[in-house]
């Protein structure tokens, strides 16, 4: 039985610039894991529960502190 929808959040929504979400999810078409990045949670949690299409699929939402870079070009 697929589920229909993703689990509630546990974490709170920090509107800081320092979080970031991961979804890492089954892609059952190719049966590879993927994972898409996003600054939103409501966004994040959206995706993650359109990849719950059949029984085999699943989907995590990490919260995680985000690293910005600077790259020097010369």
């Known amino acids: 039985m ?11 929504h920090r509107s ?7 979804v ?3 892609d059952t078409d190719t049966g590879r894991v993927r994972r898409e990045d996003f600054h939103d949670l409501a966004a994040a949690e959206r995706f993650a529960s359109a990849q719950l299409r059949d ?18 070009v010369a």
């Open 2 to 12: 697929a589920n229909t929808a993703a689990p509630v959040s546990i974490h709170q």
């Open 16 to 22: 800081s610039d320092d979080v970031e979400f991961h």
């Open 24 to 26: 890492t999810y089954l």
């Open 55 to 72: 029984e085999d699929s699943w989907a995590v939402v990490d919260q995680v502190k985000a690293h910005h870079t600077s790259r020097m």
